[in-house]
C-alpha cells in the first residue's frame, strides 16, 4: 500500500460540458516521499493550479485516484466525507502572497489551526511559538502582520502551513514577491521543515531562481505530468 | 477558540466606533421620538390626574370638554352636590389663549376653577411657590413652564391677573402650561367682548321693539346685563366618597341629570383615540422608518466590512474555519455594532431630552424593548453579508 506522502494515480479533470468542456489534468500520475520537495512547473494554463486545488481538497477530481499520508481522499466516484477537517489537519497551505489574517497576532495566525481543531488557547499557542521558533520569528511573536517585512509574513506563513504537522505541503508560487536571498532562504525552510517534520511538499513555481534546488520536478504539459530529474542544488 | 469577531473589532475599533457614534445618533432620535409619545400620553394622564376628579359631567351627547367644546348650567353642580356618593363637585371651564406677558403672548390653557383650599377639584394639586387662589378675581396660579413670575402681572383678554401661585407639571395634553384663575373672571373672559361690539349689540337691542317697551322700563337694561354675563361652564368635576364605584354613581347622574357622564377611564380612553391618536400614529410610522433606515444602514455597512474581508474568508475556509465561525463572526460584529449604536444612542437621548420643548418621557422598558430591537435588527441585516460570506469559495485562496 501507499504508506505516507502524496500518491496520485491517473487524476482527471475536466471544467464544463459538451462542447466547451476544457480537459485542464488528462491523467496526472505522480509520487511524493515524505521529506521530499518537488517542484512543479509548467506553462501557463498547463493545469498545475487545477492539480494544487484537488490535492487541497477544494475542488473535485472528474477521475483518478489521491492518497494524502495514509488516507485515501479520492477514489474515482469515492471521496472523504467531511473536506473541511481533512484540509485543516492534513493540508498544509502556503500561498505567493501570505495571506494572513490582518487582525489577528503573529501568534494567533499560526494558533488558529490548532484551535480550530479544538486544541485549548493556551496549547495550541505553545504549538505555534515552537514553529516561530523553527522559523526564527519567534521576536515578533506579538505583532501584528501589517508590522511584518516579507520576508517575515512568509515565514509566518509557512509556520501557519506546518503548525497542524499536515503530512502534505502545497506551496503557491511561495517565492514569487521575494528577491533570490529571500526565495533561497524559504525553498531552505520548506526543505528544513519536509525533513525535520516528514513532510511531502509541493511547490509550483515559475521561479527560475529556485528550479534548481529541486531534486525531483514535474513538469506539467498539457494536462500531462513529466518526471524529471533536478539539479538538487545547494541542498543534500 | 479566540473570538474572530471581537479581534476584528479591536483591529479596526475607529471603523466600528465612527460606525456606531452614526448609528447611534439614529438609535437615539429613535428613542427620543418613542419619548416623545410616551410624554404625550403622560401630559394627558397628569392632565386628568391634575383636576382631583373621579367623574367628568358633560353636556349631552358631548365628548368634551377635551376632544369638543362642551357647555353646562353653572348651577349644576348643586344638584350634583346633593347626590349621596359625591363628596366634592365644581365647575370648571379650559380655555386655549394667549396669555400676555411683558411683551409677548404665550399660548397657555386657562382653567376657570372655583376658589378654594388646595385639593379643591380643578385646581393644582401643589404648588412650587405661591399660594392657592383664594379670592374670587383677577388672582392666577400658573405652571412654572410658562416663564411666568411670582407677583408678575399678566394679561388675559382685556383684564390683569396678578400671578399668586406656581405649579408644576401642570399642561394641556399637548403641552401647553395651565393658567388656572377664578372662575368667575375666567367665564366672563370666554364671552369677553371689544367694546364695539358691546356698543352695536346694546344698539341692536334699543332698536328691537321687543327688548325696548315703553311700558317696561328697565327690560333694556336687564337684556343687556343677561347678554353680557355667561352662565356657562364646559365641566362640572364629580369627586366620590371612598370606596364608592364611579361607574355606578356615573349611571345614576346620567338617569336623573340626562347629562353625560365620563369616568376616568372612560375620559382616558377618549383622550388616547381622539385626542392624541394621530400623533400617536405619526410617532409609530417614524419609528418604523427610523428601524427601516437602521437597518439598511447597517446591513451596509457590514456587507462593505465583510466585503473588505473577503481574501481572509477564502483563507479561513481553506484552512478549515466552519461556516457557522465565518457567520457567527460577521453576525456579532453586527450585534457588537448595534450595542455601540444603543449606548451612544442612549446617552445621547438622555442629555438632549431635556432642551426639547414638551416634555419627553424616556421609560425603562421602552429602553429594554429598543435594545433588542436593536439586535434583532442588526443580527437581520448582517444576513446579507453573511450570505456572501458563505458563498465564498475557498478555492479562491489559491491563484489563478
Ligand atoms: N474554473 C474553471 N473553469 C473552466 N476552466 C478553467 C477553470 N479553471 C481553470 N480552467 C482552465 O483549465 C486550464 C488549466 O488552468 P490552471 O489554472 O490549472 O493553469 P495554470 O497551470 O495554473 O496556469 P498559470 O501558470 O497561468 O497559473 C486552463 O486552460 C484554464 O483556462
Ligand atoms: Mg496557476
Known sequence: MSGKGIHIEGLKKRYGEGDTAVHALRGVDMQIAPGEVVGLIGPSGSGKSTLLKCL??????TAGRMVLGDEVIFDNDWKVRDLRALRRDKIGFV???????????????VALLPMLAGI???????????????????????????????????????????????????????TAPLDSERAMAVIRILNDMARQFETAIIVVTHDEKIIPTFKRIYHIRDGVAHEEVGEGRGFE | ?????????????????????????????????????????????????????????VQQGTQGPYAESSSLYDDLYRSLLNMPDVEYAANVTYLIMQVGHGGQDVSAMVVGVT????????????????????????????????????????????????????????????????????????????????????????????????????????????VNASQSTNTAVN??????????????????????????????????SILMDKVIDKSARQIALFLVILSIVSAAIVAFIIYTLTLGKIREIAVLKLIGTKNRTIAGMIMQQS??????????????ATFWVPIFPKYVLLMPLDSIAGFFAVLAICALASLVAIRMALKVDPADAIGG
Not at chain 1, 500561498?95 to 495566525?109: C, G, H, K, M, R
Not at chain 2, 370606596?243 to 369616568?263: C, F, H, K, N, S
Open chain 1, 56 to 61: 487541497g481538497a477544494v475542488i473535485d477530481p
Open chain 1, 95 to 109: 500561498f505567493q502572497a501570505p495571506y494572513l489574517i490582518p487582525f489577528l497576532d503573529v501568534t494567533d495566525n
Open chain 1, 120 to 174: 485549548p488557547n493556551s496549547n495550541a499557542r505553545a504549538k505555534a511559538l515552537e514553529l516561530l521558533t523553527a522559523l526564527d520569528v519567534q521576536h515578533r511573536a506579538r505583532a501584528m502582520p501589517s508590522q511584518l517585512s516579507g520576508g517575515e509574513q512568509q515565514r509566518v506563513a509557512i509556520a501557519r502551513g506546518l503548525v497542524n504537522r499536515p503530512p502534505v505541503i502545497l506551496a503557491d508560487e511561495p
Open chain 2, 1 to 57: 477558540m479566540i473570538s474572530l469577531a471581537g479581534r476584528d473589532i479591536l483591529h479596526s475599533w475607529g471603523k466600528f466606533v465612527f460606525t456606531g457614534v452614526g448609528l447611534g445618533l439614529l438609535i437615539g432620535v429613535t428613542l427620543s421620538m418613542a419619548g416623545i409619545y410616551r410624554g404625550m400620553v403622560d401630559d394627558a394622564q397628569v392632565m386628568l390626574d391634575n383636576t382631583g376628579a373621579d367623574l367628568w359631567v
Open chain 2, 115 to 222: 376658589a378654594g383650599k388646595p385639593g379643591t377639584p380643578g385646581q393644582p394639586r401643589y404648588l412650587v411657590a405661591g399660594r392657592h387662589i383664594t379670592r374670587s378675581h383677577y388672582e392666577a396660579i400658573a405652571d412654572i413652564s410658562s416663564g411666568f413670575q411670582l407677583g408678575e402681572r399678566i394679561r388675559i383678554r382685556r383684564n390683569f391677573y396678578t400671578v399668586v401661585g406656581l405649579s408644576k407639571r401642570t399642561v394641556s395634553y399637548n403641552g401647553d402650561p395651565m393658567v388656572f384663575i377664578p372662575l368667575k373672571d375666567a367665564q366672563e373672559a370666554q364671552f369677553l367682548k371689544d367694546n364695539d361690539a358691546l356698543v352695536q349689540q346694546r344698539r341692536r337691542n334699543a332698536e328691537n321693539p321687543d327688548f325696548n317697551r315703553s311700558g317696561i322700563p328697565d327690560l333694556l337694561a336687564v
Open chain 2, 235 to 268: 365641566a362640572v368635576l364629580v369627586k366620590l366618597k371612598p370606596g364608592t364605584l364611579p361607574e355606578d354613581v356615573a349611571e345614576t347622574i346620567r338617569r336623573w341629570t340626562r347629562l353625560q357622564v365620563y369616568t376616568r377611564a372612560q375620559m382616558e
Open chain 2, 335 to 348: 450585534l457588537a455594532l448595534g450595542v455601540i449604536g444603543f449606548v451612544v444612542g442612549k446617552i445621547t
